[in-house]
């Protein structure tokens, strides 16, 4: 055989060697059942001992359809014994080892109908068929294979140089960053040291300001208090300095439910629970709740839309839509971090808006250097905090694992579809899986990049993504990706196995080994030669 | 952390898996139980009137009245064939016909013959054979016995109570009559939650009270999920029989729940009686037994002052006439086999029906059909039938296919059977109101639904949404729906093709209790109160008929969840929606127990519970007793994670594989069995009282109580199936372990014989063609084996014949006799042939190795 490993010759030969042993074997004496490699343990001649030794019996109770052995080895050609092998040589395609249970049992098992000689069943030999189109099959797929391979070669160039990329770019920022943090170190020192003078300067206008406060808050309420009489006076009808329940009962403005009429309930409501009120009373306990309602009528207040409270009552029951919001918790803490880091640059002092006052000019131009450089501290600040960000980046990326040869990463940022007649299915190789219905947008997370989860020998063959989003009264949706070789990145299939638990098939040239493809073919022919 | 926050609701709301009480009635909040319940007189109300009575050979007839209202019924007694009495009262020119099942009984009992042995003016005496009834006129009540002991009596607590037809009364009779007895609020019409009854004819409302003298214990009522024996109601709920969809039933209760047979029957180890109450109505039953506290003890006076034990029975039905059969025994498989002579036998199943189903909600397309098929064959475990839950249909549309999922059935049926295997699919009795689906167009311009009271069609919700429901009392509909089955109109199935049909009771998710309102119109004008626990009955019959006709030489298999006295004749049934848990699997036993009693053997639970996910030890021992229930089903809800036994580790899917071979190698056991059920009536799965009714010490076998005897310990472990064969039995089993049942036809027999004390031992084995009906052509094998004097024999017991290809390839004795040398085997082609014998380690059993004779040759084998 090894003279025909290689060449185009061995295709040829190796169809007409398999033919020529098939005849070849069945000419050598062996029980039914039995392969050639094993004929040897059943020498004719001789009584039969059961492999593990349980028994010894004349050689004419081997395949007499009763099971003497427990390790069913005296059975190999009947369904006698439950754990029984039996072998079918199928010359023409590969040999096959069935359970001896399946031994006339009136199904075609073997290709070549060994298995069926007693059931009464005809089976055709169809081998030579099955072989020709396993042949072909796995002519196909060595071509695939050989041509992913190249594409592998390339992917995994590109991957190796992109990490080496990343790897130069890391440290490029590094340096950067250094630089960055000293120029954000003098740029905090000039920052404080304008700001101690502008502090100073600014000592007196502090207090001009207080006053000027102070003096509006005064006038307001004395505003307030005005117009609070006049309203008084205005629903005090009778004039007994006291308003009263009735009184607000004849007016519309205090219809809450706007059913028509101005219940008991209601004007007591403003009323703070009183039946009636003096003016103290109403300033200090009444006038908040009504005044909204007297500007209301008025026209120069609306009060929040009823539009935007339904739309919050609904997500809030749109179960789905509240897992999202958990499940993605952890991102939108992230963007609350920048917004604290928003909220206190605008809480820098200087922005004197409300109480506007004018400094004197060399106040004014200690305030505009101190604001210089706290501008010029801030993009330095955020010089540094672009730089870190890249850098974590970069080190996130080059702690996912490509596979041995980095053949996995130029499947990074892209997203493969498949669609079937409901959904279109998204495969983002290391970022996520998702789902969306054709009939509309809304996206659902089916899993978000976990780790490789292949057997140990196969370990790049299988990919987790978990932590999708949750199931309506289950867990959260998870995703098996099961890649295998193939010409080109391919989404093949997508299933549902399991309720939330997805299966995506992929195909892609990175997973194209040659050592992985058809040996056990070889294997077989070898014990049967 | 937010996922963490999220999880402890979700764990929460999965484990309080448990039934919404309030979605069902209690007694207190029907109107008539209420009525009927709290109707206790001091003395019976009713009198009979032997002064004028008609008697004919098998019956005799007279008047009864109720003495407080001056109503009049006529009332009849007469012997059916098989030692029993039929007691029927109806109204006498009553307002409305009264409704009497239509399908419960088996054609029309067979009477018997009469005589009159004793008559006076206050009573008179019939006897039929040993068996004797006295009617007393007053008070009215009805005493049977058997021989000369008193073993039953009709109304002997004057519960009896029959509410006429009467026109409402007006609002100022009203008055007048409240002033004199206050009405039930219920009575005219009732509301529970937001439902209205409507109750166009009033209260109608049928009671009866049945004492068994001398009673231990009582049985039957199914479908209830509780213990064996009946408890006593006093102070409870009473046993409720209304066909109900109950989501995420309770177990120990006596709630209704999908199927109802209201048959009792009372045990003492001297005699056992039975009740049938022919009733479709909703019913309810208060059971008191004298032994679980003293509220018997004016009871047992009442019957003969001296009885130490005494059982009783109260059942209470909202219409219908009052049809009563008493079965007179004398032993458990007596009445129970008179039971059987009413309402029928299950016909011998197929084959197949009895190996392993495998089910989900659901497999989710052609393909995964196949693949679960394959993963049973690559893990050598076998599967006979695939089953395809609702999602298989075009959008919840009966009679057709997902064009997507399952765009070629025809192709995925041929996966199946190729290898030998079966296809279930489902079909429900609703129909889903879709303009342009042709059932339902159909059904529309035939008028072949169920209607409002105001003569609308009545629209529910179910699976489909909006539906409509098949109204299979009109014969037309029957013809109609069973021409559905055609393969030209189902298209895609085939002999290999058979049904399960679901949401039977009716369920209607949005309608009271989860079922029909009862005001909903039938044809013939009956109200759905009057018929409702049938219903699923007659869509079992419509199922029936049009599998009969489809496959005419294929013994149709129907499992169906809701059932009535005489299901068994033509479909199996499961315990419905049960859950992944302990108590479920133990229940399971008691719950099919009950239903054998009932006349329906072909019973089982879904394996591993349908509601939740087991854990591997409660999957495992489910796989390893459901070896021992008659229907062999797993079956999951889509919620919840697959379990296919091959998806387990190596430990567990060898456990499995073992349950699972056990089971096929018993089929010739179960098959056996049931062909002896058919013949007999004889439950397949039976109780320790059933065989052993004298022994007194098996009734409270339930609480795991020792009685003198002591006990056993046996080990056990995870890989023990603790099963025994009796001594004295021979079974014949087929162990080699193939794919699936079909393809075990051919293979030959190993005989187990288990010896009793006496070194003697007897058995019986049926062999035919396993599917087609050519066993009621005598085209059958029916075998009985005896062991005595060390010599074991087969022989016929029929005069039939089925050529066979089954052969004996083993014999096995238990407990042999010692210092055995060989057997000699004779028969009449072998002629006479030595057989080798050995013994198992500890000289546990003797095996003969190879007979070799032909199962349908008669044969002697002796030990030597």
């Known amino acids: 055989?090894?003279?025909?490993?290689?060449?185009?010759?061995?295709?040829?030969?190796?169809?007409?060697?398999?033919?020529?042993?098939?005849?070849?074997?069945?000419?050598?004496?062996?029980?039914?059942?039995?392969?050639?490699?094993?004929?040897?343990?059943?020498?004719?001649?001789?009584?039969?001992?059961?492999?593990?030794?349980?028994?010894?019996?004349?050689?004419?109770?081997?395949?007499?359809?009763?099971?003497?052995?427990?390790?069913?080895?005296?059975?190999?050609?009947?369904?006698?014994?439950?754990?029984?092998?039996?072998?079918?040589?199928?010359?023409?395609?590969?040999?096959?080892?069935?359970?001896?249970?399946?031994?006339?049992?009136?199904?075609?098992?073997?290709?070549?109908?060994?298995?069926?000689?007693?059931?009464?069943?005809?089976?055709?030999?169809?081998?030579?068929?099955?072989?020709?189109?396993?042949?072909?099959?796995?002519?196909?797929?060595?071509?695939?294979?050989?041509?992913?391979?190249?594409?592998?070669?390339?992917m995994s160039q590109k991957g190796v140089h992109a990490k080496h990329e990343k790897q130069n770019k890391l440290q490029e920022l590094q340096r950067n960053k250094e630089e960055a943090e000293k120029l954000k170190q003098e740029k905090e020192n000039l920052k404080h040291e304008a700001e101690k003078l502008e502090n100073a300067a600014l000592e007196y206008y502090r207090k001009l300001e207080e006053e000027a406060k102070k003096k509006k808050v005064e006038e307001e309420a004395a505003k307030n208090r005005a117009e609070a009489l006049e309203t008084f006076k205005k629903f005090d009808s009778n004039q007994d300095g006291l308003v009263s329940v009735q009184e607000l009962q004849t007016r519309p403005s205090f219809d809450k439910d706007r059913n028509g009429e101005v219940s008991d309930e209601e004007a007591k409501w403003f009323l703070n629970g009183q039946e009636e009120v003096d003016f103290e009373a109403f300033i200090n306990n009444c006038w908040t709740s009504i005044k909204p309602y007297m500007l209301m009528d008025s026209g120069l207040y609306t009060p929040p839309s009823a539009d935007e409270t339904v739309s919050e009552v609904d997500d809030m029951q749109e179960g789905q839509a509240e897992e999202e919001h958990e499940a993605n918790e952890d991102e939108e803490e992230e963007e609350t971090d920048d917004g604290e880091d928003n909220e206190e640059q605008e809480a820098t002092p200087g922005a004197h808006e409300e109480y506007s006052v004018t400094y004197d000019d060399e106040t004014q131009k200690l305030v505009d250097q101190a604001n210089n450089a706290r501008t010029a501290f801030q993009d330095a600040e955020a010089q540094v905090k672009d730089i870190e960000s890249e850098m974590q980046r970069i080190q996130e990326y080059l702690e996912k694992d490509f596979g041995p040869e980095e053949e996995f990463a130029p499947l990074q940022g892209q997203c493969f579809e498949f669609s079937d007649h409901e959904y279109i299915y998204k495969l983002c190789p290391f970022d996520r899986t998702s789902q969306q219905p054709k009939s509309s947008s809304s996206e659902t997370r089916l899993g978000t990049w976990g780790h490789w989860s292949g057997s140990e020998s196969n370990k790049y063959r299988v990919q987790t993504y978990d932590k999708g989003q949750i199931c309506w009264n289950g867990p959260p949706r998870t995703t098996i990706v099961k890649i295998d070789c193939g010409s080109e990145n391919k989404v093949i299939s997508v299933s549902e196995p399991n309720r939330c638990e997805y299966v995506f098939e992929f195909v892609t040239p990175a997973a194209c080994h040659e050592q992985l493809e058809g040996s056990d073919v070889r294997d077989e022919l070898h014990d049967e030669l | 952390?937010?996922?963490?926050?999220?999880?402890?609701?979700?764990?929460?709301?999965?484990?309080?898996?448990?039934?919404?009480?309030?979605?069902?009635?209690?007694?207190?909040?029907?109107?008539?139980?209420?009525?009927?319940?709290?109707?206790?007189?001091?003395?019976?109300?009713?009198?009979?009137?032997?002064?004028?009575?008609?008697?004919?050979?098998?019956?005799?007839?007279?008047?009864?009245?109720?003495?407080?209202?001056?109503?009049?019924?006529?009332?009849?007694?007469?012997?059916?064939?098989?030692?029993?009495?039929?007691?029927?009262?109806?109204?006498?020119?009553?307002?409305?016909?009264?409704?009497?099942?239509?399908?419960?009984?088996?054609?029309?009992?067979?009477?018997?013959?009469?005589?009159?042995?004793?008559?006076?003016?206050?009573?008179?005496?019939?006897?039929?054979?040993?068996?004797?009834?006295?009617?007393?006129?007053?008070?009215?009540?009805?005493?049977?016995?058997?021989?000369?002991?008193?073993?039953?009596?009709?109304?002997?607590?004057?519960?009896?109570?029959?509410?006429?037809?009467?026109?409402?009364?007006?609002?100022?009779?009203?008055?007048?009559?409240?002033?004199?007895?206050?009405?039930d609020p219920g009575a005219w019409e009732e509301n529970f939650k937001s439902h209205h009854d409507s109750k166009p004819k009033?209260?109608?409302?049928?009671?009866?009270?049945?004492?068994?003298?001398?009673?231990?214990?009582?049985?039957?009522?199914?479908?209830?999920?509780?213990?064996?024996?009946?408890?006593?109601?006093?102070?409870?709920?009473?046993?409720?029989?209304?066909?109900?969809?109950?989501?995420?039933?309770?177990?120990?209760?006596?709630?209704?729940?999908?199927?109802?047979?209201?048959?009792?029957?009372?045990?003492?180890?001297?005699?056992?009686?039975?009740?049938?109450?022919?009733?479709?109505?909703?019913?309810?039953?208060?059971?008191?037994?004298?032994?679980?506290?003293?509220?018997?003890?004016?009871?047992?006076?009442?019957?003969?002052?001296?009885?130490?034990?005494?059982?009783?029975?109260?059942?209470?039905?909202e219409s219908g006439v009052m049809d009563m059969f008493v079965l007179m025994g004398p032993k458990p498989r007596d009445v129970v086999k008179q039971y059987a002579s009413l309402t029928g036998v299950a016909p011998l199943p197929q084959y197949f029906t009895l190996a392993y189903h495998q089910c989900r909600w659901n497999y989710n397309d052609q393909d995964d059909v196949t693949n679960v098929v394959a993963h049973f064959?690559?893990?050598?475990?076998?599967?006979?039938?695939?089953?395809?839950?609702?999602?298989?249909?075009?959008?919840?549309?009966?009679?057709?296919?997902?064009?997507?999922?399952?765009?070629?059935?025809?192709?995925?049926?041929?996966?199946?059977?190729?290898?030998?295997?079966?296809?279930v699919v489902i079909i429900d009795p609703h129909i889903k109101r879709e303009a342009g689906y042709f059932l339902h167009e159909d059904s529309l311009a035939n008028d072949y639904y169920v209607k409002n009271k105001d003569g609308s069609v009545y629209e529910g919700w179910c699976w489909p949404g909006s539906s409509s429901y098949l109204d299979f009392y009109n014969p037309k509909v029957v013809d109609y729906y069973k021409g559905l089955y055609a393969f030209d109109k189902f298209k895609g199935t085939s002999d290999d093709v058979y049904i399960w049909n679901d949401m039977n009771e009716p369920s209607v998710f949005n309608g009271p209790e989860i079922t029909m309102p009862k005001d909903c119109i039938h044809h013939g004008g009956w109200e759905h109160r009057d018929v409702h626990n049938e219903y699923a009955l007659t869509h079992t019959v419509g199922t029936f008929k049009g599998l009969t006709e489809r496959s005419p030489t294929r013994r149709p298999f129907i499992l169906t969840r809701g059932h009535f006295a005489g299901s068994q004749r033509f479909a199996a049934v499961w315990t419905g929606d049960n859950a992944a848990d302990w108590s479920h699997l133990a229940i399971s036993y008691a719950m099919?127990?009950?239903?054998?009693?009932?006349?329906?053997?072909?019973?089982?639970?879904?394996?591993?519970?349908?509601?939740?996910?087991?854990?591997?030890?409660?999957?495992?021992?489910?796989?390893?007793?459901?070896?021992?229930?008659?229907?062999?089903?797993?079956?999951?809800?889509?919620?919840?994670?697959?379990?296919?036994?091959?998806?387990?580790?190596?430990?567990?899917?060898?456990?499995?594989?073992?349950?699972?071979?056990?089971?096929?190698?018993?089929?010739?056991?179960?098959?056996?069995?049931?062909?002896?059920?058919?013949?007999?009536?004889?439950?397949?799965?039976?109780?320790?009282?059933?065989?052993?009714?004298?022994?007194?010490?098996?009734?409270?076998?339930?609480?795991?109580?020792?009685?003198?005897?002591?006990?056993?310990?046996?080990?056990?472990?995870?890989?023990?199936?603790?099963?025994?064969?009796?001594?004295?039995?021979?079974?014949?089993?087929?162990?080699?372990?193939?794919?699936?049942?079909?393809?075990?036809?051919?293979?030959?027999?190993?005989?187990?014989?288990?010896?009793?004390?006496?070194?003697?031992?007897?058995?019986?084995?049926?062999?035919?063609?396993?599917?087609?009906?050519?066993?009621?052509?005598?085209?059958?094998?029916?075998l009985h084996f005896k062991y005595a004097d060390n010599t074991l024999t087969s022989n016929l017991i029929d005069k039939t014949d089925y050529p066979t290809k089954e052969w004996v390839e083993r014999v096995v004795i238990f407990k042999p006799p010692p210092g055995v040398k060989g057997a000699k085997l004779t028969s009449k082609t072998l002629g006479s042939v030595d057989l080798e014998t050995s013994y198992t380690s500890e000289n546990k059993a003797l095996v003969i190795r190879k007979p070799g004779v032909n199962i349908r040759e008669p044969f002697s084998i002796k030990l030597y």
Not at chain 2, 43 to 53: A, V
Not at chain 2, 266 to 281: D, Q, Y
Not at chain 2, 385 to 405: A, R
Not at chain 2, 703 to 711: A, E, L, Q, T, V
Request: glycine share 6%; net charge negative.
């Open chain 1, 1 to 154: 055989m090894n003279l025909l490993q290689n060449s185009e010759l061995s295709k040829l030969l190796l169809t007409f060697f398999v033919f020529v042993c098939g005849t070849l074997s069945s000419q050598v004496p062996r029980p039914r059942g039995v392969s050639l490699s094993r004929a040897a343990l059943y020498p004719p001649n001789k009584d039969f001992t059961c492999f593990d030794g349980s028994a010894t019996i004349p050689f004419s109770k081997v395949n007499d359809d009763y099971c003497d052995c427990y390790d069913a080895s005296d059975e190999p050609g009947t369904s006698a014994c439950p754990h029984g092998i039996f072998y079918c040589t199928n010359a023409g395609h590969k040999p096959m080892n069935i359970p001896s249970n399946r031994v006339n049992d009136g199904i075609c098992d073997c290709c070549d109908g060994t298995d069926e000689y007693g059931s009464g069943k005809e089976c055709f030999n169809n081998c030579a068929e099955m072989g020709k189109s396993a042949r072909e099959a796995a002519q196909l797929r060595a071509e695939v294979v050989k041509a992913g391979k190249q594409v592998r070669a390339e």
């Open chain 2, 1 to 183: 952390m937010a996922l963490l926050r999220f999880i402890p609701v979700l764990y929460v709301a999965s484990c309080t898996l448990a039934v919404v009480k309030e979605n069902f009635k209690s007694c207190e909040q029907s109107s008539f139980c209420r009525r009927l319940r709290g109707f206790k007189p001091e003395i019976s109300h009713y009198e009979l009137d032997l002064s004028d009575i008609q008697l004919t050979d098998n019956a005799v007839e007279t008047k009864l009245t109720n003495f407080e209202d001056n109503s009049h019924f006529k009332i009849s007694l007469s012997a059916v064939h098989g030692d029993i009495f039929r007691i029927q009262v109806d109204e006498l020119m009553g307002l409305y016909p009264r409704y009497r099942p239509q399908y419960a009984l088996n054609g029309e009992p067979q009477a018997a013959k009469l005589s009159v042995v004793d008559k006076s003016k206050d009573h008179i005496t019939l006897q039929y054979s040993d068996n004797k009834a006295t009617l007393h006129a007053k008070p009215f009540k009805v005493e049977f016995f058997k021989g000369d002991s008193l073993v039953a009596v009709l109304n002997s607590r004057g519960l009896f109570h029959f509410e006429h037809y009467r026109t409402k009364p007006s609002e100022n009779e009203n008055n007048e009559v409240e002033q004199q007895k206050k009405e």
């Open chain 2, 202 to 317: 009033g209260p109608s409302g049928v009671a009866v009270d049945i004492t068994f003298p001398g009673a231990m214990r009582a049985y039957g009522l199914p479908e209830h999920a509780d213990k064996l024996p009946l408890r006593s109601t006093n102070g409870g709920e009473p046993y409720r029989l209304y066909n109900l969809d109950v989501f995420e039933y309770e177990i120990d209760s006596t709630m209704a729940i999908y199927g109802a047979v209201p048959v009792i029957y009372a045990h003492s180890p001297k005699h056992t009686v039975g009740f049938f109450w022919h009733n479709a109505a909703e019913t309810w039953v208060d059971i008191t037994n004298s032994k679980d506290g003293n509220v018997m003890s004016s009871l047992v006076n009442l019957v003969s002052g001296t009885q130490e034990h005494s059982v009783s029975a109260h059942f209470m039905s």
């Open chain 2, 377 to 423: 064959d690559i893990n050598n475990m076998p599967v006979d039938i695939m089953w395809l839950d609702i999602e298989y249909t075009d959008g919840k549309k009966y009679f057709t296919w997902d064009p997507v999922k399952f765009s070629n059935p025809e192709q995925m049926v041929n996966n199946l059977t190729s290898t030998g295997r079966k296809l």
């Open chain 2, 592 to 782: 099919c127990a009950s239903e054998a009693l009932g006349g329906i053997s072909f019973c089982g639970a879904d394996i591993g519970g349908f509601f939740g996910n087991p854990d591997v030890e409660l999957l495992q021992r489910w796989y390893q007793a459901a070896v021992w229930l008659p229907f062999m089903r797993a079956h999951a809800h889509i919620d919840t994670r697959r379990r296919e036994p091959y998806l387990f580790s190596e430990d567990v899917k060898n456990r499995i594989r073992i349950a699972l071979r056990l089971r096929y190698a018993h089929l010739p056991l179960w098959y056996t069995l049931f062909f002896e059920h058919e013949i007999t009536g004889e439950p397949v799965i039976r109780p320790l009282f059933y065989e052993f009714p004298e022994d007194s010490e098996w009734y409270d076998i339930e609480d795991f109580k020792i009685y003198n005897g002591g006990s056993h310990n046996i080990p056990v472990s995870l890989d023990k199936i603790l099963a025994f064969y009796r001594g004295g039995s021979i079974i014949a089993r087929k162990d080699r372990p193939r794919r699936a049942s079909s393809l075990m036809h051919n293979d030959p027999f190993t005989l187990y014989v288990a010896l009793d004390n006496k070194q003697t031992a007897s058995g019986t084995l049926f062999v035919d063609d396993h599917a087609s009906f050519e066993y009621r052509s005598k085209k059958y094998l029916y």
